[in-house]
């Protein structure tokens, strides 16, 4: 039996295996049980523009919550959550999300941000736009297909074995940001706008 990881495939940098030149990561608890990945982190601090973050499952917690993923980013970003949970009747759960990054983005950062939530307790008004694959869309430009959700790639304890690809087809890169926009442009029900995240 062969062995599962090519010995050259390691990137201790990252904390991943790599397979090919700036194309899949994958990050084996096996080869890091005590490290947490680090390339969604790096991917998130090196958008210049624009951060997309497309994911079913964002949890904010205090502290060490989905919002600790901000932590470092550049001064004069863009950021654009959609996400989807079961709100019923309340909305606190976009503010407290809004309150959340407020704590981890300084207001020098010049922040934009807006938040929209598919609803899952509104099957009969949303439910085509139930999603579950996550994806992470930077400076409109990278576009990356992730395993598991924010949480899995921000502390050791947290980390399960989980792959982050990178979409390199110009035609399925707009594919998928056209869903994206679809989803977003047809979910603002529940919504924080796109604003400044510090008035």
Same mark, same amino acid.
């Given at each position: 039996?062969?062995?599962?990881?090519? +010995?050259?495939?390691?990137?201790?940098?990252?904390?991943?295996?790599?397979? &090919?030149?700036?194309?899949?990561?994958?990050?084996?608890?096996?080869?890091?049980?005590?490290?947490?990945?680090?390339?969604?982190?790096?991917? @998130?601090?090196?958008?210049?523009?624009? *951060?997309?973050?497309?994911?079913?499952?964002?949890?904010?917690?205090?502290?060490?919550?989905?919002?600790?993923?901000?932590?470092?980013?550049?001064?004069?970003? +863009?950021?654009?959550?959609?996400?989807?949970? &079961?709100? &019923?009747?309340?909305?606190?759960?976009?503010?407290? @999300?809004?309150?959340?990054?407020?704590? @981890?983005?300084?207001?020098?950062?010049?922040?934009?941000?807006?938040?929209?939530?598919?609803?899952?307790?509104?099957?009969?008004?949303? &439910?085509?736009?139930?999603?579950?694959?996550?994806?992470?869309?930077?400076?409109? +430009?990278? @576009?990356?297909?992730?395993?598991?959700?924010?949480?899995?790639?921000?502390?050791?304890?947290?980390?399960?074995? +989980?792959?982050?690809?990178?979409?390199?087809?110009?035609?399925?890169?707009?594919? *998928?940001?056209? *869903?994206?926009?679809?989803?977003?442009?047809?979910?603002?029900?529940?919504?924080?706008?796109?604003?400044?995240?510090?008035?």
């Amino acid at each position: 039996m062969s062995k599962i990881f090519m +010995t050259d495939s390691e990137n201790s940098a990252r904390r991943m295996h790599e397979c &090919g030149q700036d194309e899949y990561w994958f990050y084996h608890k096996g080869s890091y049980p005590n490290d947490t990945p680090l390339l969604y982190q790096e991917l @998130v601090d090196n958008a210049n523009d624009e *951060i997309i973050i497309w994911d079913p499952y964002f949890h904010i917690k205090s502290p060490d919550g989905d919002q600790d993923i901000f932590s470092s980013i550049k001064k004069d970003i +863009t950021i654009k959550i959609l996400t989807y949970r &079961g709100l &019923g009747r309340n909305q606190q759960y976009l503010i407290d @999300v809004k309150n959340a990054l407020k704590t @981890v983005i300084s207001p020098s950062k010049d922040c934009r941000f807006g938040l929209r939530v598919i609803n899952k307790s509104e099957p009969h008004i949303q &439910g085509e736009r139930f999603f579950h694959d996550r994806f992470l869309i930077i400076d409109n +430009t990278d @576009v990356y297909l992730i395993g598991s959700s924010i949480e899995y790639h921000l502390r050791s304890e947290n980390a399960i074995s +989980t792959g982050i690809f990178k979409v390199s087809n110009n035609e399925t890169k707009d594919f *998928i940001k056209s *869903i994206f926009k679809y989803y977003w442009d047809n979910s603002a029900k529940h919504e924080i706008p796109l604003t400044y995240l510090h008035l």
